[in-house]
């Protein structure tokens, strides 16, 4: 090896591995904050998810209960139109 060919090289390889590490850490930023939110987006997905069934679950419970007090009070004025006419 030459001594004064690798000198002539050296602010190229400098430059290169300059330009190297700043992609690194450039592409390795932009890649950790799509890990986070990646992440975030199955953390958040999970607790809608969740809220939802439950939200879900209520309103059939409140649907059920709506309906029998629908019912009742059908059943009721049934009744009540019975008890004028046999007066």
């Known amino acids: 090896m030459d001594?004064?060919?690798t000198l002539a090289n050296a602010p190229f390889?400098?430059?290169v591995t300059s330009l190297?590490?700043?992609l690194e850490v450039l592409v390795g930023g932009i890649f950790?904050?799509?890990i986070i939110s990646f992440i975030w987006r199955v953390y958040t997905y999970k607790r809608n998810?969740?809220?939802f069934k439950s939200l879900r679950?209520?309103?059939q419970h409140m649907t059920a209960?709506?309906?029998r007090l629908e019912n009742e009070v059908k059943s009721l004025k049934k009744e009540t139109k019975g008890n004028r006419r046999a007066k």
Do not use: Q
Request: proline share 0%.
């Open 49 to 51: 998810k969740h809220f």
């Open 20 to 22: 190297a590490k700043t």
């Open 32 to 34: 950790g904050y799509y």
């Open 3 to 5: 001594i004064n060919s």
């Open 13 to 15: 390889v400098e430059s």
């Open 65 to 67: 209960a709506l309906r």
């Open 57 to 59: 679950a209520d309103m």
